[in-house]
Protein backbone atom coordinates (compact mmCIF):
# COMPACT_ATOMS: atom_id res chain seq x y z
CA UNK A 1 0.00 0.00 0.00
CA UNK A 2 1.12 3.67 -0.32
CA UNK A 3 1.20 6.30 2.10
CA UNK A 4 1.27 9.73 2.74
CA UNK A 5 1.94 12.01 5.78
CA UNK A 6 0.43 15.00 5.76
CA UNK A 7 1.22 17.59 7.93
CA UNK A 8 -1.40 20.27 8.56
CA UNK A 9 -0.40 23.83 9.54
CA UNK A 10 -1.63 27.00 10.41
CA UNK A 11 0.13 30.57 10.99
CA UNK A 12 -2.95 31.53 13.96
CA UNK A 13 -2.05 30.05 17.48
CA UNK A 14 -3.91 31.04 20.63
CA UNK A 15 -0.73 30.54 22.69
CA UNK A 16 2.21 30.53 20.12
CA UNK A 17 1.64 33.17 17.24
CA UNK A 18 3.10 31.96 13.75
CA UNK A 19 4.12 28.78 15.51
CA UNK A 20 5.32 26.95 12.37
CA UNK A 21 7.75 29.51 11.41
CA UNK A 22 9.80 29.91 14.55
CA UNK A 23 13.27 29.29 13.48
CA UNK A 24 15.74 30.19 16.40
CA UNK A 25 17.32 26.85 16.27
CA UNK A 26 18.62 28.25 12.69
CA UNK A 27 15.48 25.71 11.09
CA UNK A 28 11.93 26.76 11.16
CA UNK A 29 9.76 24.14 13.02
CA UNK A 30 7.96 23.05 10.47
CA UNK A 31 11.23 22.52 8.93
CA UNK A 32 12.02 19.80 11.59
CA UNK A 33 8.74 18.30 11.17
CA UNK A 34 9.36 17.49 7.87
CA UNK A 35 12.95 16.27 8.09
CA UNK A 36 12.26 13.89 10.30
CA UNK A 37 8.54 12.98 8.23
CA UNK A 38 10.61 12.32 5.32
CA UNK A 39 12.96 9.99 7.21
CA UNK A 40 10.24 7.47 7.14
CA UNK A 41 8.75 4.72 5.32
CA UNK A 42 5.86 6.88 3.29
CA UNK A 43 5.46 7.60 -0.33
CA UNK A 44 4.72 11.38 0.07
CA UNK A 45 5.21 14.41 2.73
CA UNK A 46 3.56 16.93 2.24
CA UNK A 47 2.46 20.50 4.33
CA UNK A 48 -1.27 21.27 4.15
CA UNK A 49 -1.66 24.91 4.70
CA UNK A 50 -3.56 27.99 4.10
CA UNK A 51 -0.68 30.21 4.56
CA UNK A 52 1.50 31.38 1.61
CA UNK A 53 4.04 32.51 4.04
CA UNK A 54 4.30 28.72 5.29
CA UNK A 55 4.34 27.86 1.63
CA UNK A 56 7.37 29.65 0.81
CA UNK A 57 8.55 28.56 3.76
CA UNK A 58 8.36 24.84 3.15
CA UNK A 59 9.50 25.14 -0.47
CA UNK A 60 12.73 27.06 0.57
CA UNK A 61 14.02 23.73 2.63
CA UNK A 62 12.90 21.73 -0.48
CA UNK A 63 9.85 20.33 0.69
CA UNK A 64 6.04 20.02 -0.92
CA UNK A 65 3.20 21.73 0.47
CA UNK A 66 -0.02 22.22 -0.38
CA UNK A 67 -3.00 25.20 -0.47
CA UNK A 68 -6.26 24.67 1.04
CA UNK A 69 -9.03 26.43 1.96
CA UNK A 70 -9.31 29.04 5.16
CA UNK A 71 -12.79 28.13 6.16
CA UNK A 72 -11.20 24.61 7.93
CA UNK A 73 -11.88 24.50 11.62
CA UNK A 74 -9.40 21.46 12.39
CA UNK A 75 -6.77 19.83 10.57
CA UNK A 76 -8.40 16.87 9.81
CA UNK A 77 -10.95 18.94 7.52
CA UNK A 78 -7.55 20.25 5.92
CA UNK A 79 -5.79 16.86 5.43
CA UNK A 80 -8.82 15.89 4.42
CA UNK A 81 -8.61 18.09 1.68
CA UNK A 82 -5.25 17.70 0.82
CA UNK A 83 -4.87 14.08 0.74
CA UNK A 84 -7.63 14.20 -2.66
CA UNK A 85 -4.71 15.86 -4.38
CA UNK A 86 -2.41 12.88 -3.40
CA UNK A 87 -2.61 9.09 -4.98
CA UNK A 88 -1.88 7.64 -1.37
CA UNK A 89 -3.88 4.15 -0.01
CA UNK A 90 -3.09 5.00 3.75
CA UNK A 91 -2.90 8.77 4.95
CA UNK A 92 -0.91 9.78 8.38
CA UNK A 93 -1.76 12.79 10.24
CA UNK A 94 1.53 14.19 12.21
CA UNK A 95 0.61 17.77 13.38
CA UNK A 96 3.58 20.50 12.53
CA UNK A 97 4.25 21.01 15.81
CA UNK A 98 5.91 17.62 16.53
CA UNK A 99 9.70 18.72 15.89
CA UNK A 100 10.98 15.58 16.96
CA UNK A 101 8.85 12.61 15.99
CA UNK A 102 10.78 9.40 15.46
CA UNK A 103 10.64 7.93 11.85
CA UNK A 104 10.65 4.84 13.25
CA UNK A 105 7.07 5.43 15.25
CA UNK A 106 5.56 6.40 11.76
CA UNK A 107 6.78 3.50 10.29
CA UNK A 108 5.16 1.50 12.97
CA UNK A 109 1.99 3.51 12.59
CA UNK A 110 1.59 3.01 8.92
CA UNK A 111 2.25 -0.92 9.23
CA UNK A 112 -0.35 -0.92 12.24
CA UNK A 113 -3.02 0.46 9.73
CA UNK A 114 -2.61 -1.84 6.69
CA UNK A 115 -2.63 -4.78 9.56
CA UNK A 116 -5.96 -3.35 11.13
CA UNK A 117 -7.75 -2.83 7.68
CA UNK A 118 -7.48 -6.37 6.59
CA UNK A 119 -8.64 -7.84 9.91
CA UNK A 120 -12.36 -9.11 10.38
CA UNK A 121 -12.73 -5.98 12.16
CA UNK A 122 -11.49 -3.60 10.47
CA UNK A 123 -10.29 -0.16 12.14
CA UNK A 124 -11.53 3.07 10.99
CA UNK A 125 -8.36 4.87 12.22
CA UNK A 126 -5.30 3.77 13.70
CA UNK A 127 -3.35 5.86 16.80
CA UNK A 128 -0.36 5.72 19.10
CA UNK A 129 -0.52 5.27 23.11
CA UNK A 130 2.01 5.72 25.95
CA UNK A 131 2.19 5.00 29.29
CA UNK A 132 3.10 8.24 31.85
CA UNK A 133 6.54 8.17 33.03
CA UNK A 134 6.59 7.17 36.40
CA UNK A 135 8.37 10.39 37.59
CA UNK A 136 5.48 12.55 35.85
CA UNK A 137 3.38 12.35 39.38
CA UNK A 138 2.06 15.77 38.95
CA UNK A 139 1.75 19.59 37.16
CA UNK A 140 2.26 19.88 33.62
CA UNK A 141 2.80 16.80 31.43
CA UNK A 142 1.16 13.99 34.04
CA UNK A 143 -1.87 12.67 34.13
CA UNK A 144 -3.72 15.72 36.20
CA UNK A 145 -2.96 17.75 33.10
CA UNK A 146 -5.77 18.05 31.04
CA UNK A 147 -4.18 19.19 27.77
CA UNK A 148 -2.62 15.50 28.19
CA UNK A 149 -5.47 13.54 26.60
CA UNK A 150 -5.65 10.15 28.26
CA UNK A 151 -6.44 6.78 26.52
CA UNK A 152 -8.52 4.05 28.42
CA UNK A 153 -8.00 0.58 26.21
CA UNK A 154 -9.04 -2.65 25.89
CA UNK A 155 -7.35 -5.71 26.08
CA UNK A 156 -5.66 -7.23 22.95
CA UNK A 157 -8.01 -9.24 20.64
CA UNK A 158 -7.29 -12.14 18.97
CA UNK A 159 -5.61 -10.32 16.03
CA UNK A 160 -3.64 -8.45 18.82
CA UNK A 161 -5.22 -5.50 18.22
CA UNK A 162 -6.33 -2.88 21.24
CA UNK A 163 -9.66 -0.84 20.40
CA UNK A 164 -9.91 2.62 22.03
CA UNK A 165 -12.77 2.42 25.04
CA UNK A 166 -12.02 6.27 25.27
CA UNK A 167 -10.36 9.43 25.35
CA UNK A 168 -10.37 11.94 27.47
CA UNK A 169 -9.31 15.06 29.68
CA UNK A 170 -10.00 13.35 33.47
CA UNK A 171 -8.01 11.34 35.02
CA UNK A 172 -9.43 7.85 33.27
CA UNK A 173 -9.59 5.17 34.51
CA UNK A 174 -9.96 6.31 38.17
CA UNK A 175 -8.27 4.19 41.09
CA UNK A 176 -11.31 4.26 43.28
CA UNK A 177 -9.79 1.53 45.73
CA UNK A 178 -6.59 3.05 46.44
CA UNK A 179 -7.67 5.84 48.86
CA UNK A 180 -8.26 7.89 45.83
CA UNK A 181 -5.81 8.77 42.49
CA UNK A 182 -3.76 11.02 44.52
CA UNK A 183 -1.18 10.52 47.37
CA UNK A 184 -1.20 13.30 50.84
CA UNK A 185 0.68 15.77 48.00
CA UNK A 186 -2.15 15.40 45.98
CA UNK A 187 0.21 13.74 43.82
CA UNK A 188 -0.52 10.80 41.32
CA UNK A 189 0.03 7.34 42.80
CA UNK A 190 0.88 5.57 39.62
CA UNK A 191 0.88 7.31 36.45
CA UNK A 192 2.61 4.54 34.73
CA UNK A 193 -0.86 3.19 35.26
CA UNK A 194 -2.08 5.72 32.31
CA UNK A 195 -1.92 6.02 28.78
CA UNK A 196 -1.26 9.16 26.93
CA UNK A 197 -2.98 9.49 23.55
CA UNK A 198 0.04 11.04 20.91
CA UNK A 199 -1.86 12.76 18.54
CA UNK A 200 -0.52 10.46 15.22
CA UNK A 201 -3.03 9.39 12.98
CA UNK A 202 -3.53 6.96 10.35
CA UNK A 203 -6.57 6.70 8.02
CA UNK A 204 -7.83 5.27 4.60
CA UNK A 205 -9.21 7.67 2.37
CA UNK A 206 -12.13 6.80 2.76
CA UNK A 207 -11.91 6.72 6.66
CA UNK A 208 -10.92 10.03 6.81
CA UNK A 209 -13.14 11.49 4.39
CA UNK A 210 -16.15 10.08 6.04
CA UNK A 211 -14.03 11.80 9.35
CA UNK A 212 -13.92 15.36 7.80
CA UNK A 213 -17.56 14.58 6.73
CA UNK A 214 -19.43 14.06 9.95
CA UNK A 215 -20.96 16.83 12.68
CA UNK A 216 -19.10 17.33 15.42
CA UNK A 217 -20.39 15.16 17.88
CA UNK A 218 -21.26 16.07 21.65
CA UNK A 219 -18.77 14.42 23.48
CA UNK A 220 -16.26 15.98 21.13
CA UNK A 221 -17.96 19.17 21.53
CA UNK A 222 -17.33 18.53 25.53
CA UNK A 223 -14.03 17.45 25.84
CA UNK A 224 -13.05 19.62 22.42
CA UNK A 225 -11.05 16.16 20.89
CA UNK A 226 -11.53 15.14 17.61
CA UNK A 227 -11.08 11.86 17.87
CA UNK A 228 -14.57 11.03 20.02
CA UNK A 229 -16.47 12.24 16.53
CA UNK A 230 -15.03 8.61 15.49
CA UNK A 231 -16.53 6.66 18.87
CA UNK A 232 -20.06 8.56 18.38
CA UNK A 233 -20.05 7.41 15.04
CA UNK A 234 -19.67 3.83 16.05
CA UNK A 235 -16.67 3.41 14.57
CA UNK A 236 -13.40 1.21 16.00
CA UNK A 237 -9.86 2.85 16.83
CA UNK A 238 -7.38 0.66 17.27
CA UNK A 239 -4.56 1.68 19.17
CA UNK A 240 -0.43 0.73 19.63
CA UNK A 241 0.94 0.91 22.73
CA UNK A 242 4.73 2.68 22.63
CA UNK A 243 7.64 3.44 24.81
CA UNK A 244 7.41 6.95 24.92
CA UNK A 245 6.28 9.86 24.20
CA UNK A 246 7.75 12.98 22.09
CA UNK A 247 6.69 16.18 23.39
CA UNK A 248 4.43 18.74 21.21
CA UNK A 249 5.29 22.23 20.96
CA UNK A 250 2.39 24.47 22.48
CA UNK A 251 3.23 27.31 24.31
CA UNK A 252 6.69 29.40 24.32
CA UNK A 253 8.10 27.60 27.02
CA UNK A 254 7.64 24.41 25.02
CA UNK A 255 9.58 25.93 22.32
CA UNK A 256 12.64 27.08 25.04
CA UNK A 257 12.28 23.30 26.33
CA UNK A 258 13.32 22.16 22.79
CA UNK A 259 15.64 24.27 22.19
CA UNK A 260 17.60 23.21 25.37
CA UNK A 261 16.95 19.38 24.19
CA UNK A 262 18.49 20.38 20.56
CA UNK A 263 21.45 22.09 22.18
CA UNK A 264 22.20 19.05 24.55
Excluded at 2 to 17: E, G, N, T, V
Excluded at 67 to 75: A, Q
Excluded at 227 to 238: A, K, P, S, T, Y
Amino acid sequence: MKSAIIIPARYQSSRLPGKPLLCDSGKYLIQHTVENAMRCKADHVVVATDDKRIIAAVESFGGKAVMTSPDHETGSGRIAEAATKIEADIIVNVQGDEPEIDPCVLDDLIDLHEKAMKVARPAFVSTLVSPFAKTAKEGHGSPLDPSCVKAVLAVPDGDGLRSALYFTRALAPYPRDEAGPHDEEGRVRRPQDYFLHIGLYAFSKASLAAFAAAPSGRLEQIEKLEQLRILEMGERIVAAVIDGAVPGIDTPEDYQAFLKRLKD
